[in-house]
């Protein structure tokens, strides 16, 4: 899969290449998720921000940061510290191109765990990046609907199941449907 169609994807491109280039350098374990992922796996959608769960220790953490900082991203250092601790999500952005990461702590949750685990290699936009897998997007995109109600999540859950439906490892899928309380929402994506 080419990856997203994001508005200008060679801008994303570069976005992406960048970010990941300071992860790697940072020796921070991540993984892309969001519509970027679900993108890769399923049906393209436009978007302008990168969503990337990251599992650092302090030290990746300040190295990352001060990297982003010295390439001219703009990276909020208070901000990075906290969501560490909180396990939240702070920002990166490349004010020139508006381009945005959302970089979001791992949850500490058994789910959160495995769906790091099993993350893997890909080419998305031409870079070679670590991603979450189609069943594990399928389950984080319907929490993300359970959430928030919206319907773009049961779209992109869609899409995946269409481009990727013969391959998934429904089981895996269906053991975390039922263990976080999905089945209504994974009911109505997989009967229409």
């Known amino acids: 899969m080419a990856g997203p169609t994001p508005q200008g994807s060679l801008t ?8 990941v280039g300071l992860l790697e350098t940072s020796a ?24 990337v769960v990251i599992d650092p220790d302090q030290s990746q ?4 940061v001060a990297a982003a900082q010295a390439a001219g991203l703009y990276v909020d250092e208070s901000a990075a510290g906290g969501a560490l601790s909180r396990r939240s999500q702070f920002n990166v952005i490349d004010s020139a191109t508006g381009w945005k990461a959302d970089l979001v702590v791992r949850k500490d ?6 769906e ?11 870079v070679d990046t670590f991603v979450a897998t ?3 997007m399928i389950v984080a995109k319907l929490e ?14 869609s899409g995946i199941l269409r481009v990727r439906g013969a391959d998934l490892d429904r089981a895996y899928v269906e053991r975390w449907v039922e263990e976080l309380g999905l089945g209504e929402l994974w009911q109505r994506v997989t009967s229409g």
């Open 116 to 126: 790091f685990r099993r993350r893997r290699r890909a080419q998305i936009l031409g």
């Open 144 to 157: 993300w609907a359970a959430r928030s109600g919206s319907e773009r999540q049961l779209s992109d859950v």
């Open 28 to 51: 921070m374990p991540y993984m892309i998720t969001g519509s970027f992922a679900s993108t890769f796996h399923g049906s393209p959608r436009a978007t302008h921000d990168l969503d």
């Open 61 to 64: 953490l300040a190295t990352f």
């Open 109 to 114: 949750r058994p789910f959160s765990t495995e």
């Open 12 to 19: 994303a491109a570069a976005f992406l290449r960048q970010l």
């Open 134 to 136: 189609p069943e594990d």
